[in-house]
């Protein structure tokens, strides 16, 4: 089974800041995916950025780089310069490269304040 | 292509109601799963289809749930007999293999909200 844990309580982050999000994993499978999305209060799940299990340098996609530690089985978020529109619920999440059905965290709430 | 879509946004039945909520997937993708997700949670996978084949049910998907996705397009999920605990957002995603990297990127609908009085 596939287990990813969340647990930091909600951020207030100033604008222009980064900011980290934590998230540690747990599974079996050799092979994996690990994403994370980005929920605005309108409900959709945007995708964000992607790492996969074997993928020997961090993944980055624009201000999202996510800090992959395999042996520590975390997947950090790091969102750089944030802005008012980051505002939202942030989900880790994993999948196994064979059925890819995604199990995700409880989410990390962020406030961006100007 | 405007993206995955669901109808209907917002559903307010009654309990012991049947409820019947439709997604229509990103043209060009085989995939397509369902998702419940709860007030305060993430989203809890429910089922997925290859084309038109069930491949997977999780155990969260009671004999009161059924899904059906006909000649492999749009997707319904019906709720039989509605139960207030079935209130939440049913989020639907769906996805084809990208090469560059090589994985199955979901793209999530909008959802449903479901709420059962």
């Known amino acids: 089974a596939q287990k990813i844990t969340q647990t930091q309580p909600g951020m207030f982050v100033q604008e222009k800041e980064a900011v980290t999000l934590d998230c540690t994993y747990d599974?079996?499978?050799?092979?994996?995916?690990l994403f994370w999305y980005k929920q605005p209060s309108s409900g959709e799940m945007i995708f964000l950025i992607y790492?996969?299990?074997?993928?020997?340098q961090n993944a980055t996609e624009g201000r999202y780089s996510l800090n992959f530690q395999k042996a520590r089985k975390s997947a950090n978020l790091v969102i750089s310069a944030s802005q008012l529109g980051d505002s939202a619920m942030y989900f880790c999440?994993?999948?196994?490269?064979?059925?890819?059905?995604?199990?995700f965290g409880k989410g990390n709430q962020v406030v961006v304040i100007p | 292509d405007t993206g995955v879509s669901q109808d209907p946004r917002h559903k307010i039945t009654k309990r012991g109601q049947n409820v019947t909520f439709r997604c229509d997937p990103i043209?060009?993708?085989?995939?397509l799963y369902w998702y419940r997700q709860t007030l305060g949670q993430g989203p809890e996978f429910l089922t997925y289809?290859?084309?038109?084949?069930?491949?997977?049910k999780s155990r969260l998907l009671s004999d009161r749930f059924s899904a059906e996705r006909p000649k492999g397009s749009f997707s319904t999920l019906e709720i039989q007999r509605t139960e207030q605990g079935d209130s939440a957002m049913y989020l639907c995603?769906?996805?084809?293999?990208?090469?560059?990297?090589?994985?199955?990127?979901?793209?999530f609908g909008p959802g449903t909200r479901l709420t059962v009085t």
């Open positions: 790492q996969g299990s074997y993928d020997q």
């Open positions: 599974t079996s499978d050799p092979s994996y995916g």
């Open positions: 289809f290859q084309n038109e084949a069930q491949l997977e």
């Open positions: 043209s060009e993708h085989n995939r």
């Open positions: 999440a994993m999948s196994s490269y064979g059925n890819n059905r995604l199990a």
């Open positions: 995603a769906s996805s084809a293999w990208t090469s560059q990297p090589g994985r199955y990127e979901q793209y």
